[in-house]
């Protein structure tokens, strides 16, 4: 089938095949098809796969139905497609499957949670195993089962390999399934109750003394970004996303704040400042003369990690992970102020996040403050 940006002109001007029809492929809408037959009859159709399942339905007849409103009836008809919904099924027979049902629930996540993504990365998964089954019949079992099968489990039987993602996905499926109760498509969440995998205790891996002025050492001869970039993450404990998103205006030099708009929380929040990095922030800015709409730091989010695994290399610390660096201030201010002042710096929604990964780091902290009363 020939591929051909429809355009008004060749529509007009196009000859009809000796036999049959042609059907030329339309590069803009990309469902959109001009079918031109040889008795000289032009007309609009779009094709589509749902369920396994091909489709081509005419849309309209040229030039009663001109390339613009074509296209219009394409984008919508394809909008339908991606929500599990075949357009011209009648609605009293449409069923609501898992594959539509999926669809209607990430339109609406997307809007009220940030990491709404991580849902439709598992929420696919589900599809293309149950994807076509009416969403009432999806039972416990199968749930149940696809949860192990993804953690993987080991054939010497220590376990599930990958115990954090199974649960995830089981936490996104049952999200969905609940919002499909409270929607009123099925009466019961069959998600509910199956039991997490046992997940692996939390990575504590944090930079000793040493470890951070070699560190210091291999940064002083990086570019500008590069060290803006990792002096914000150790001196803050931001996130790195949090970081190469940074604009100069959202840096209150007077008040010695950080503005973040857009956090993993999806609240506006702030970081407070140390007097040392605001004016090392405030002399780069003047330095790069940069404007208040500027990055902080240039460049890509892959640049900086990339930048990372060679770093690491040449100061020697190839298992550190960026997201150690955050670590290692969390545990810095909870064996300095306090676990809940770590809390608040790291932003955690719970303190419950916090206790878990520091708690167990500062039993040092706990031996000196015995010590300390066997001196009294």
């Known amino acids: 089938m020939p591929v051909k940006k429809l355009t008004n002109r060749f529509i007009n001007s196009v000859k009809p095949p000796e036999h049959g029809y042609t059907l030329y492929h339309d590069t803009e ?9 040889a008795g000289g009859a032009k007309s609009f159709c779009v094709g589509y796969t749902l369920y396994g399942k091909k489709r081509r339905v005419t849309i309209g007849h040229w030039p009663s139905v001109d390339l613009k409103a074509a296209r219009t009836r394409a984008a919508i008809l394809a909008v339908s497609v991606q929500a599990g919904v075949d357009p011209f099924t009648k609605p009293e027979t449409a069923i609501m499957t898992v594959n539509r049902y999926v669809m209607i ?38 749930i149940s089962m696809l949860h192990r099968n993804m953690g993987g489990w080991c054939g010497d039987g220590s376990g599930p390999k990958h115990p954090a993602k199974a649960n995830r996905f089981l936490a996104s499926v049952s999200a969905m399934l609940s919002a499909a109760v409270e929607d009123g498509f099925i009466a019961h969440n069959p998600a509910k109750g199956i ?7 939390p990575r504590r891996r944090t930079l000793t003394p040493e470890e951070e002025q070699r560190l210091d050492e291999v940064l002083l ?40 708009p857009n956090t993993k929380s999806g609240k506006p929040q702030m970081i407070p400042l140390n007097r040392a990095l605001a004016a090392y922030l405030k002399f780069t800015k003047s330095y790069l003369n940069a404007g208040i709409g500027n990055h902080v730091v240039r460049g890509p989010i892959h640049g900086i990690r990339n930048a990372w695994k060679q770093i690491r ?46 708690a167990p780091l500062s039993i040092e902290a706990l031996r000196g403050a015995v010590e300390d009363l066997s001196e009294e």
């Open 221 to 260: 001869s990086k570019s500008v970004d590069i060290q803006i970039a990792f002096r914000l993450m150790r001196e803050t404990g931001a996130r790195t996303g949090e970081v190469m998103n940074a604009h100069w205006g959202d840096i209150d030099f007077e008040n010695l704040l950080w503005h973040l």
């Open 105 to 142: 629930y990430l339109r609406d996540v997307q809007v009220i949670k940030k990491s709404w993504k991580e849902d439709r990365r598992y929420l696919n998964e589900l599809r293309e195993s149950v994807g076509s089954k009416p969403l009432a019949d999806l039972t416990r079992q199968e």
């Open 313 to 358: 290399k040449e100061a020697g610390l190839e298992d550190v992970t960026i997201h150690d660096l955050r670590r290692t201030v969390g545990l810095k201010v909870a064996m300095k102020h306090g676990l809940h002042v770590a809390k608040e710096l790291l932003r955690h929604s719970d303190i419950s996040v916090t206790t878990e990964i520091y």
């Open 29 to 37: 809408a990309k469902t959109l098809m001009l079918r031109v037959t």
């Open 195 to 201: 039991r997490r995998l046992r997940e692996n205790p």
